[in-house]
């Protein structure tokens, strides 16, 4: 088994922050959003108040209310407010500059919190909070989905996305390549921030899904919660038990 290798800290927030706006993640983000509104008939509904952990420049939180603002329904749907949070300074600054450009600045706030305090938000605040693809970014991801579940109001829903971490360096590159267009064996690849690199860096820091599964037995979410959703994704789909 491949061991997990942590990303390292990067030398300059910005440039970091820089490229992986500049990524193409459009087609992903939009998946997201989908399996996201999709949800079974047991789950609770979206929102009204949705956190997003480690939102990054604040794309899902604009393609979630756009999307949002499409669904059908017979009766108006309640406003949706999202609250991103993510602790990277650089990152908010992109953020804050796409919700003029989308025109969401009333709608979504952001704020700087450290995902790995379990008590950098207020209990039970939130009807919905999902996260895409932060976890391996963490040295303790339970941090983070304890964090989740104590923002969230009891029969609120939990909804996380990340990557899972290959069998082999040989399943790593086969992915990289699949999935960045770019030939692993290029000297480009190799490039700091490039995104093959990038990818590759976050393949062997993600976590497999039998480790995944073994993080939220910790808070009693049954393994069933946590399946394989694509070639390189798992997914969280949760809901926290009401009160008695």
Known sequence: MLPRVCEPTPDDPQADADAYLAMDNDAVNRQFVADLLASPNDAPAVGPLVIDLGCGPALIPIRLCEMYDQLPSAKPLPYLHVMGIDCCVEMLDLARFELEMAGRVDQIELQQIDLSD???LHTEIADTIICNTVLHHLETPANAIDLAIRALKPGGRLFVRDLVRPASPDDVEELVAKHTGQDPTAPTSDAPLSPAQLLRQSLHAALTLDEIRETVSQFDIPSHCVEMTSDR??????????DE
């Open 233 to 242: 994704h798992w997914t969280l789909d949760w809901q926290k038990p009401k």
């Open 118 to 120: 379990p008590e950098g």
